[in-house]
């Protein structure tokens, strides 16, 4: 709406105050939607949404993978321990 409707106003600014106050969302937060639109549009320079979203994942899964791998050498070295203190039976 603020694209089709910047022309109307004075600037862009007034164009989010003014849509902002009628859909019930404060100027800012229809600012930055409008910017993460054009973004992702390609309007505008930055990281779409879908990027950054699987950026977002893949770091989580990357935090999970570190997560599993220390407790799995952690398990690891306890069992190794345990298999040396076990004693030897001929």
């Not at 930055?46 to 977002?56: A, I, N, T, W, Y």
Request: with cysteine.
């Amino acid at each position: 709406m603020v694209l089709e409707h910047e022309g109307e106003h004075a600037s862009r600014w007034a164009a989010v105050v003014s849509i902002s106050s009628k859909i019930g969302c404060t100027p800012q937060t229809l600012h930055e939607w409008v910017k993460k639109a054009e973004i992702d549009s390609g309007k505008r320079s930055g990281v779409p949404s879908e990027v950054s979203d699987r950026l977002k994942a893949l770091e989580r899964e990357n935090r999970e993978l570190r997560q599993a791998n220390e407790i799995l050498r952690k398990a690891s070295a306890y069992f190794a321990q345990a298999e040396l203190d076990r004693r030897y039976k001929p």
